[in-house]
Each structure stands twice: as structure tokens, then as C-alpha cells.
DNA sequence: GCTTGACATGCATACGTATGCAAAGAATAG
DNA sequence: CTATTCTTTGCATACGTATGCATGTCAAGC
């Protein structure tokens, strides 16, 4: 049905090995085979079988990012970056959904289809990254960590961030903060937790359990937290990702609570959705393109070389002050 | 490198096509050569090599879907049903993305690795669904519809959707109605546009130039929309799709202009993000899920049979009212 | 016991591209 | 004019899977 090398081969009048010679511009053709070549292809509109390229080549072009659903607006956001920088590289992208609920489906990252992988969803214990360097499938983990720190990942310093956010919040004056986590079976997840409420402690201030709430990465998480938490009365809440707090900002918004007067709300990550000035929120992240930009050059050096040290990047986030934050009301009485 | 078939053969003690039928579940095996075939590849982790299927079979299992970039949220949210319906069909979803402001890539469509296409980006005189046609890949039309209705196609009846709105603001007691409009170049635009003008008219009321706004399928079309209009106090504006409208509700709350109170604000798609309570928009659409599935069974209809006739799917949209809509305030203070 | 048939398995090959190698042809040097 | 080198081209084959066809095996029927 589809047009092949063999009719391009006999259009032009010479053989098919010098049709792939001539269009993948190798030395070794005179400039007038080439030409005749070319004619013949434009002619018959060909386009070479991917798969018979694979098969050849054993390389596909192709590379896959294992991301959670895309009803969630951080997924979109990572994806994005990386799906233009692999484009810039001439590599195309290939999703796989990651329903959390299962394990990811395997077969289609290790049946030889994708060059490489990059990995968006990675749980502390997942098996994956294991089994993907047991098959020999080039791969870099993005922004998630696993427990050891044994494969090549660019991973932001979250001990950092939520540090300077804790700092905002005190700094601020708010004496009563709550938190909404994330869940403990990711890094992000994790590491927020127990570094924010580290860096509350050692700057003199406590997180009771009764103001935390946690869940899944999700914005349905910040609405139902917000709603436990605003019981409690907190002057300031630490969402452990912009996705959270997006859906707590939502939640205020429906139970008529101002923000920042009533309550001050952070996230983390700065998604591109965290600027729409509906949202305003101040929160603290690196840059998604740098973080894909620095992912794909992990993974294509890992493809070249299978054999090189692992290699890890972790990314220092900065804070984005917008308009979500502020001083607590008692305090912002006494002034005036 | 990876695991053949021959070596799972070997380990086995048959030949090579009987791996294949035995794992295939292909009558014509006995039960105890399959048992050994299957304990064979379990043991050395076989994973048949997509190429080699697909080079032999001329069929990938692999479906391509265009959308433009995945940080307009109305693509995640259409995206989402369509990967989902064919994942349960045993299709695997590939993007391809739509950048609009130069054609999409035609090579990774035709080059074999994909069994068909969802096209949800198309533009009213675009080349793409005529190539794809004369090339033979079985594709349909989601969303967006060309000029002529010359092929397969799951779209909304704009018409009915515009004249719902149209309805619903001249009921409250509007009159002076402004609106942001998408593109002429694409049939949502300009089905939305005139459609949205006529009912107006016919309902004996109009749409003064000054009071309307156009721009591409985005928020900040929304945004740049709202600022524009708000000059000419409008009490109430339609937003060709819900993505203008999230963009116009942001903007709002930015100049601190309330919703419903001051204006109303209506849109069109229905995508989940407009039933975020920060949102609530008002709008009209229809299932996405049930788009999707429609538009995937009318491919995967044209993939078992390129010959059949073409054949068309128009979806009626329905109301859902929220909370951005209201009567006028003049209106509103004469009640009182 | 021989024939017929059903079933299981292997052989050969096709799918389309890329590439090592050899052969043929052209160009250069002596 | 011949010998040598370099360039261009084709032949053969590999990549891995699936399947038509032929062969082989075994059981049942007469």
C-alpha cells in the first residue's frame, strides 16, 4: 500500500540500498544519483517506514515520559518543555500515563519502541527505574526521587524551598500555620513534609498535627483541605505543591474567605497556571525549562553512553512572591 | 541486546514461529509445548519487539492524536477521554502537537507507526485531512469540522449551544451584550461567531462591533478581551469557549471587577476547569468523554473498513448553569 | 494392518530499511 | 598504455515477528 524504497529505487533507476544512501545524505553517492534519487521521492511523495528504520537501526527517534493524568495541571507543565527541547533535538515524544493506582504499563516502554525514557511519576520504592536499568532502557528521573540515590536524576532541592517559605511565613508574623502534604510515598511528597516542618522548629516556630492535612497531589486535595483546616482557624497555610494550592485557593474562594486578608496561601513548584492573577499565588520553584532542558541532557548522554557514572542535578528553587501572602489580621490591626 | 523470539525458541526447545503462535494464543499449539513456551519467555522476560509487529503485521496498535499545546487546558481535557477509550480498546495514544503557527509535522503520520489519527486542531481549509486521506490513514475529525463535510467527524452543534446562551443573557433582562470570539479560520470560531451574532438578532436584540473581541482559542485572548470590553460596560459577555472565558474571569478578578455582580460571563466546551469553584463558570457543552468515545469508535469503524461511507456525528450541547451569570444590576436594583 | 484425517510443528519467506563488502567504473600517476 | 587508487553502485544480508505451506506424528476407523 505504502510507497517503499523499492519504488523510489525504480523510478529512479537504481537500486534500493542507494535510495537510503542518497536521502540520508551519506558520502558515497555521485550528485547526480542523488538528484534522480531525490526526484523520485518527491515524485512518489515517499516517506520511510519507521519501522522497518527500527528494525535496521534499532533506534527509534523516540522517547517516552511517564507522567501522571493530564487532568492534573502539573503534568501538561513539565511535559510541555520537554516535549519541545526533545523536539529541538529531533526526538519525538511519546506519553504514558501513569494511573497511580497500578503499576505502569511495561511492555510498551520495553518493547524496543522508545529510545529512552524520563520518568515523572517515580514513587520512592517503584520498581521501574530497577527494572528499566535491568533491561538496559536508557533512562533520567525528573523531578522525583527514589529512596538511594543510585540513577541519574535532576530533582529540585526541596529542603530549600520549603525552608524559605517557612522563613516567608514567620517573617510575615504568622504564628498559627497550617500545612497541606502531600503523600510520603514520593520524594516531593516527603521531603516537604518533614522539611517544612523542620525548618518551622528550627526557627522557633511548631506544626501541630491537629493543622495538617495530607493527600494526593491533587487539587480535589487542597479543596479538602482547606476545609478541614479552616476549622482550625490557621492565619497561614504551606500547600506542598502549587496543584494543592491552586485547589485550596479555589476552595477559599467558595467558602467566601479572602485571600491574603483572611489567610495567607503558598505552594511550591510555580506552574504556569500558579501566575493567572485569578490565582496569584506565591510559591517557589526552578524553571520547568531549565528542569526539561537539564532532564534531556541527562538522558541523551545517557543514551550515547550507557556505561557513565550516574549523574544527579539538583536544582536550587526561588521564591515567586505574588499576591497570596500577608501579614496575619491580628498583626496587621496593631499597625494601623 | 533485547530478548528475541528466537531465544525464548531456544530456551524452549522449538522453533521460533512456534513462540509466536503459542504465545499468541493461536490454536494449533498443544497445551504442553505452550505451557513450555510461556515458562520460556517468563523466564527470560520476552517482550515481543513492536518493530518486528509492526513490519510484519502493517498494523502498530498505535493511534496518533493532534491537539495544540498542552498548556491550553481544553486539549489535557479532551485528550484525557479520547487516551483513555482507546487504552480500552488496546490502542496506545501517541501526540502529536499542533504549534499553529506552521503545519504539523506530516512524517511521524504517515510513516507507518500509526493505525490512525484524531485530528482536534483542524482548521477550516486545512491541507492535513486531504493529505491524510490520499495517503490512507484512516483518521477523523474531533471537535473541529472543515469547510466541506466530506469526511468522518464527531463535532458540536455550535448553532444551538450559541443560541442557548443567547437565551439565557436576553432572559435575565441583558441588553447590552459584548463578546470575545476565536478565530474565523477555524469552524468553532466561526460557527460560534455568526451563530452567536444571528441569535441575537433573531431574539431582537444586536451586537454592536465595539462590543466584540477576537482573538486565538487561549486565555489570554480571554484576558486582553475582558480588559478591551470592560472600557464599554458591557453587562454581560460570551466567550467563544470556556478557555476565553477562564481567561476573562481571571482578568476580572484582577481588576476587581465581581462575578456575577458587575458582569456576567458565559462560555462554551464545558472542559472540567470551568466546575472549579474559584471558576464556576456558566457555560454549554457536551460530554467529553462521550465525544471521545464517539469520535474513537468512528475511526476505529473506518480503520476496519477504508471504503465504508463517510459518516458524520453532530452532538447536541447542553446548558449547565453556574454561578457567573446574573441578572444586570440595573435590573437588579429595580427588584429591590 | 492399512488408510484417512486431525493436529502439531518446522521451513521458508515477507514486511522495509540500512550497511558491510565486493565489484565495476573512472580518474590519476607513472 | 598500464597499474594503482578512489569513487560509485549493487548484492547480500541483518534486524524480529508473523504466517502460508509442507511435513511429520499419532489416533481412530475399517
Redesign the interface.
Known amino acids: ?2 510507497i517503499t524504497s523499492h519504488d523510489v529505487a525504480r523510478l529512479a533507476g537504481v537500486s534500493q540500498p542507494t535510495v537510503s544512501r542518497a536521502l540520508r545524505d551519506q558520502w558515497g553517492v555521485s550528485a547526480s544519483t542523488r538528484r534522480k534519487v531525490r526526484e523520485a521521492a518527491r515524485t512518489l ?1 515517499y ?6 528504520r ?2 535496521s537501526t ?1 533506534t ?1 527517534g523516540r522517547i517516552g515520559i511517564v507522567s501522571a ?3 492534573n ?1 502539573f503534568y ?2 513539565i ?2 518543555p520537554v ?1 519541545d527541547e526533545l ?1 529541538r533535538l529531533g526526538y ?4 504514558v ?1 501513569d494511573r497511580g493506582h497500578e503499576p505502569v504499563e ?3 516502554i ?4 522508545l529510545d529512552g525514557v524520563i520518568l515523572t511519576t517515580t514513587e520512592l520504592d517503584s520498581q521501574l527505574p530497577y527494572e528499566l536499568r535491568r ?2 532502557v536508557p533512562f533520567v528521573l525528573l523531578n522525583r526521587d527514589t529512596r538511594q540515590p543510585e540513577y541519574d536524576a535532576c530533582v529540585v532541592n526541596n529542603t530549600v524551598g520549603v525552608w524559605d517559605l517557612a522563613k516567608l511565613l514567620l517573617g510575615l508574623g504568622h504564628q498559627r500555620i497550617g500545612a497541606i502534604f502531600g503523600p510520603d510515598t514520593a520524594s516531593t511528597g516527603l521531603e516537604r513534609r518533614t522539611g517544612f516542618a523542620q525548618a518551622l522548629g528550627r526557627l522557633g516556630a511548631s506544626l501541630p498535627n491537629s493543622l495538617t492535612f495530607s493527600g494526593p497531589f491533587s ?1 480535589t486535595t487542597g ?1 479538602q483541605g482547606f476545609q478541614y483546616l479552616w476549622n482550625a482557624k490557621p492565619t497561614a497555610i504551606f500547600c506542598a505543591n502549587d496543584v494543592i494550592a491552586l ?1 485550596a ?3 477559599a ?2 467558602l467566601g474567605v479572602r485571600i491574603p486578608e483572611d489567610v495567607t496561601l503558598v505552594g511550591f513548584d510555580n506552574i ?1 497556571m500558579s501566575s ?5 499565588l506565591t510559591t517557589v520553584g526552578v524553571s520547568l525549562e531549565e528542569m526539561a532542558m537539564t532532564a534531556v541532557g541527562l538522558l541523551t548522554r545517557r543514551m550515547d553512553d550507557t556505561e557513565r557514572a550516574v549523574q544527579r542535578v539538583t536544582m536550587k528553587p526561588v521564591l515567586t512572591l505574588r499576591s497570596t501572602h500577608g501579614r496575619p489580621r491580628a498583626l496587621d490591626a496593631e499597625t494601623h
Chains 1, 2 share one sequence.
Open positions: 500500500m505504502a511523495g516517506v520511510p517506514i519507521q519501522a522497518g527500527t528494525l534499532q527509534s493524568e493530564l487532568s495541571p501538561p507543565a511535559i510541555e516535549h523536539a519525538r515524544t511519546i506519553l500515563t511495561l511492555e510498551p520495553i518493547d524496543g519502541s533491561r538496559g487539587s479543596s485547589g485557593v479555589s476552595e474562594a467558595a504556569p493567572w492573577n485569578i490565582f496569584g
